[in-house]
């Protein structure tokens, strides 16, 4: 009886070690900290006015990640005050180990001087590489000069990975 009771634990170790896939790691959580330089590459449909789309991209600078480029696509969504425009979006990071992916929302708030301040919240929704399966969130915050179509900003939050 004693060595039946051996072998039925014995398998289940065997078992329980076989349906954990090889290499899998423990998450980690990395709090998050970039700044940005982008600018339109291509607009469409009466941007900015509702329903008008435009795709920007730039350089990317982060910690813990390193430099990269990011592009995003956004879509005017509405003017919920006469200065401020809302959106929505996607944006992907691109670094050399990989990509990150995550979806936007946002508003630029339109000084009387013609300053854009541009506040963003994001959501990560996965990546490639290095990035598969990431999620977190991050807050953005920039700013686009009088007469400039270039937004200057950075990001905090938390990614896990």
Known sequence: MLNM????????VLAAVAATPAGAATKKTYKY????????????????GLGGTATLAGSLKS?????GAVVDRVTITGQPQPNVIAFKGTEVDYYSDGSLRNTLTGTATIS????????????????????????????????TPP??????????GTIVI
């Open 5 to 12: 009771t051996r072998t039925i634990v014995l398998a289940a």
């Open 33 to 48: 900290t970039s700044t940005v330089l982008s600018g339109p590459v291509s607009t469409a449909n009466g941007y900015p």
């Open 63 to 67: 910690k813990p990640f390193g430099d």
């Open 112 to 143: 009387a001087d013609g300053t854009q301040n541009i506040v963003v919240n994001g959501r990560i929704t996965g990546g490639t590489a290095r990035y598969k399966g990431a999620t977190g969130s991050y807050r953005f915050t920039g700013t």
């Open 147 to 156: 007469g400039s179509t270039v937004l200057s900003g950075g990001s905090t």
